[in-house]
């Protein structure tokens, strides 16, 4: 069900661990699984499994454990807003408010267009850049004043 | 650049530009110039050892345990595979200084690592990445196919007969997995939940063999105590407080982010050096290492220095190094409320003390936040707390009972408050003027 772009990258991550240890690929292959179809279906993981020789069961176990798997659709862009207490000092619950108001929806929700899902974030390891989010589980996008979330806003509607 | 500052800079120095991630700025800045050493002069791993035990280097990823004592732990007897593991899987609120490491100097970590294998008789490395940064691990990478390419890990490096592999990991969203047993369990392919202790890595570590997790900054300070000498960190600290350390500060200062300095440097210093409070407002409270560390109230952080000693004696814990500082406009109900909701989100629900304790923590702390406080909520608050700590696999449930402790216990008064009066004593239009996100602009 992966394009063969995609089972190389899996590939290139199975060699990174013992050949009789090819499950600790699993975290990577799910990632690269979601970047594919744009989030996870059960298919995919357990097309996942059974690429690295597991049982479903053991990858849905990961995929259900880690918040970056999306086990339900999201919209093209994901933005997750981190709102603990380092970010919430220095403007991560106002951006996170700023959001909601701009895309007229709340957490866990997606815009009718399908072009927006907001979600709430825990800390991501990047306070002092606060507010932070991150777009699509991939970019990280730090010091986010009003005119830095409108200009990323813009960039995504282009 | 988010190294905004530094006295005696050891692991930021020389890292001007945007090319100081890169091998030949590394080179050029005299790295790998250790490894290259080590190897050539076949230096015992004991000798290595004695070093690091020498300059008393303190585990950087919040327990500050002794590196060097570690390191001992590892059989050396023991044939078949050894693993040497990194910490960078950084994210307990208020920590944000391993990211800015790989993304400036990521080959110091590289050569550390490898320096460290060769020590503990490791022949395979991972480097846990959090999920979040994945830029950075995606850096990483590149860091580590230059230094593939320059023979620097790998087979038979540099002509001798010591091979190390060495690969990046990375997370998907799990505070739990930077408990180093978590992210063994994680690394193979599981849930992150923590495993029993004893036994420990050293003895059952990753795949069931002996294994040594450290935190990215203790790794990255390897090659700078090779070259410098073990008296000559520690005396840049002071006695049982080796080296410099990174301190991430966030919250209510004019200049957040990453500084380095001298175990023992003044609190009162890096305040300075951070351009004091954001719009000339009040201190009022900090807490001194990273959200799991007790709260300290102004007065007495501003007496500390900024090492293990001094931040225990002051009843909290120096930990990862994150101080967050928070001004006279911070409900302190509010914080609390903030952090518990994140160790009730991030338990990995295996033990029942800490799955079901920290959600009843959130709870309380929510329904006093939101003036629907009863009489009694404190004392029950402590009694969970206390129930909690202590009755865990992993540390993560003292991390949780930590801060409802110190919370109550300094600001008691803002907590009674709140359960007499339905509300804040800071009154909520003065609430969260510091954050400036309405005004950076203007
Ligand atoms: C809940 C929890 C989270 C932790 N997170 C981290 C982390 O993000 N990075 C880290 O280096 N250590 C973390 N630790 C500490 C590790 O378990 C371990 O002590 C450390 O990586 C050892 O490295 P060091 O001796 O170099 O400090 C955490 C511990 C607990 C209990
Ligand atoms: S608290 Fe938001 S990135 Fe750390």
């Given at each position: 069900?992966?394009t063969?772009?995609?089972?190389?990258?899996?590939?290139?991550?199975?060699?990174?661990?013992?050949?009789?240890?090819?499950?600790?690929?699993?975290?990577?292959?799910?990632?690269?699984?979601?970047?594919?179809?744009?989030?996870?279906?059960?298919?995919?993981?357990?097309?996942?499994?059974?690429?690295?020789?597991?049982?479903?069961?053991?990858?849905?176990?990961?995929?259900?454990?880690?918040?970056?798997?999306?086990?339900?659709?999201?919209?093209?862009?994901?933005?997750?807003?981190?709102?603990?207490?380092?970010?919430?000092?220095?403007g991560?619950?106002?951006?996170?408010?700023?959001l909601?108001?701009?895309?007229?929806?709340?957490f866990?929700?997606?815009?009718?267009?399908?072009?927006?899902?907001?979600?709430?974030?825990?800390?991501?390891?990047?306070c002092?850049?606060?507010?932070?989010m991150?777009?699509?589980?991939?970019?990280?996008?730090?010091?986010?004043?009003?005119?830095?979330?409108?200009?990323?806003?813009?960039?995504?509607?282009? | 650049?988010?190294?905004?500052?530094?006295?005696?800079?050891v692991?930021?120095?020389?890292?001007d530009?945007?090319?100081?991630?890169?091998?030949?700025?590394?080179?050029?800045?005299?790295?790998?110039?250790?490894?290259?050493?080590?190897?050539?002069?076949?230096?015992?791993?004991?000798?290595?050892?004695?070093?690091?035990?020498?300059?008393?280097?303190?585990?950087?990823?919040?327990?500050?345990?002794?590196?060097?004592?570690?390191?001992?732990?590892?059989?050396?007897?023991?044939?078949?595979?050894?693993?040497?593991?990194?910490?960078?899987?950084?994210?307990?609120?208020?920590?944000?200084?391993?990211?800015?490491?790989?993304?400036?100097?990521?080959?110091?970590?590289?050569?550390?690592?490898?320096?460290?294998?060769?020590?503990?008789?490791?022949?395979?490395?991972?480097?846990?990445?959090?999920g979040?940064?994945?830029?950075?691990?995606?850096?990483?990478?590149?860091?580590?196919?230059?230094?593939?390419n320059?023979?620097?890990?790998?087979?038979?490096?540099?002509?001798?007969?010591?091979?190390?592999?060495?690969?990046?990991?990375?997370?998907?969203?799990?505070?739990?997995?930077?408990?180093?047993?978590?992210?063994?369990?994680?690394?193979?392919?599981?849930?992150?939940?923590?495993?029993?202790?004893?036994?420990?890595?050293?003895?059952?570590?990753?795949?069931?063999?002996?294994?040594?997790?450290?935190?990215?900054?203790?790794?990255?300070?390897?090659?700078?105590?090779?070259?410098?000498?073990?008296?000559?960190?520690?005396?840049?600290?002071?006695?049982?407080?080796?080296?410099?350390?990174l301190?991430?500060?966030?919250?209510?200062?004019?200049?957040?982010?990453?500084?380095?300095?001298?175990?023992?440097?003044?609190?009162?210093?890096?305040?300075?050096?951070?351009?004091?409070?954001?719009?000339?407002?009040?201190?009022?409270?900090?807490?001194?290492?990273?959200?799991?560390?007790?709260?300290?109230?102004?007065?007495?952080?501003?007496?500390?220095?900024?090492d293990?000693?001094?931040?225990?004696?002051?009843?909290?814990?120096?930990?990862?190094?994150?101080?967050?500082?928070?001004?006279?406009?911070?409900?302190?109900?509010?914080?609390?409320e903030?952090?518990?909701?994140?160790?009730?989100?991030?338990?990995?629900?295996?033990?029942?003390?800490?799955?079901?304790?920290?959600?009843?923590?959130?709870?309380?702390?929510?329904?006093?936040?939101?003036?629907?406080?009863?009489?009694?909520?404190?004392?029950?608050?402590?009694?969970?707390?206390?129930?909690?700590?202590?009755?865990?696999?992993?540390?993560?449930?003292?991390?949780?009972?930590?801060?409802?402790?110190?919370?109550?216990?300094?600001?008691?008064?803002?907590?009674?408050?709140?359960?007499?009066?339905?509300?804040?004593l800071?009154?909520k239009?003065?609430?969260?003027?510091?954050?400036?996100?309405?005004?950076?602009?203007?």
């Amino acid at each position: 069900m992966f394009t063969p772009e995609t089972l190389q990258k899996f590939d290139r991550e199975i060699a990174k661990y013992p050949a009789e240890h090819q499950c600790s690929a699993v975290m990577a292959c799910l990632a690269l699984a979601q970047e594919e179809i744009g989030w996870l279906p059960p298919e995919a993981i357990e097309a996942v499994a059974h690429y690295l020789a597991m049982p479903p069961i053991a990858a849905y176990e990961v995929a259900t454990f880690y918040s970056m798997y999306d086990l339900k659709p999201v919209g093209k862009y994901k933005l997750t807003v981190c709102t603990n207490l380092p970010c919430a000092l220095s403007g991560g619950v106002h951006a996170a408010t700023y959001l909601k108001e701009k895309l007229g929806i709340g957490f866990n929700e997606t815009t009718p267009d399908g072009k927006f899902t907001l979600v709430e974030g825990e800390c991501m390891g990047s306070c002092g850049y606060a507010p932070v989010m991150l777009v699509n589980n991939r970019r990280m996008c730090g010091h986010m004043t009003p005119t830095a979330i409108d200009a990323l806003l813009e960039e995504c509607q282009s | 650049m988010s190294i905004m500052g530094a006295i005696n800079p050891v692991l930021t120095a020389g890292l001007d530009g945007d090319k100081s991630w890169r091998l030949q700025d590394y080179m050029a800045r005299g790295g790998y110039a250790m490894l290259k050493k080590v190897l050539a002069e076949q230096i015992p791993a004991e000798t290595i050892v004695a070093a690091i035990k020498a300059s008393v280097l303190r585990g950087r990823g919040g327990a500050g345990f002794p590196t060097g004592l570690k390191w001992s732990f590892m059989p050396h007897s023991l044939s078949g595979d050894k693993y040497i593991v990194c910490n960078t899987d950084e994210g307990e609120p208020g920590t944000f200084k391993d990211r800015d490491l790989i993304h400036y100097n990521p080959h110091a970590v590289i050569e550390g690592m490898a320096i460290g294998a060769y020590a503990i008789g490791a022949n395979r490395g991972y480097n846990y990445i959090h999920g979040e940064i994945w830029e950075l691990y995606k850096r990483f990478e590149e860091a580590l196919d230059e230094a593939r390419n320059a023979g620097f890990i790998g087979q038979s490096i540099l002509g001798s007969d010591f091979s190390f592999e060495l690969f990046a990991h990375h997370g998907y969203g799990a505070y739990i997995c930077g408990e180093e047993t978590a992210l063994l369990e994680s690394i193979e392919g599981k849930k992150g939940q923590p495993r029993f202790k004893p036994p420990f890595p050293a003895s059952f570590g990753l795949y069931g063999r002996p294994t040594t997790v450290n935190n990215t900054e203790t790794l990255a300070s390897i090659p700078f105590i090779m070259q410098m000498g073990g008296e000559a960190f520690l005396n840049l600290g002071k006695p049982n407080n080796g080296g410099t350390k990174l301190f991430s500060v966030s919250g209510h200062v004019n200049r957040p982010g990453n500084y380095e300095l001298p175990m023992g440097t003044p609190f009162a210093t890096l305040m300075e050096m951070c351009g004091g409070m954001r719009g000339g407002r009040k201190l009022k409270a900090v807490i001194p290492g990273g959200s799991s560390s007790p709260v300290v109230p102004a007065e007495t952080i501003m007496k500390c220095t900024l090492d293990y000693d001094s931040i225990s004696k002051a009843g909290s814990m120096l930990g990862s190094g994150a101080v967050i500082v928070m001004d006279e406009t911070v409900c302190m109900v509010k914080a609390l409320e903030q952090l518990s909701r994140f160790y009730h989100e991030e338990s990995c629900g295996q033990c029942t003390p800490c799955r079901e304790g920290t959600g009843w923590l959130y709870d309380i702390v929510h329904r006093i936040e939101a003036g629907e406080g009863r009489a009694g909520d404190l004392e029950i608050l402590l009694r969970i707390s206390e129930n909690i700590a202590g009755r865990t696999v992993c540390a993560l449930g003292d991390a949780a009972a930590m801060p409802v402790e110190s919370f109550v216990r300094h600001f008691r008064d803002e907590f009674m408050y709140h359960i007499e009066h339905k509300t804040c004593l800071v009154p909520k239009e003065a609430q969260w003027a510091g954050s400036d996100f309405y005004c950076a602009e203007a």
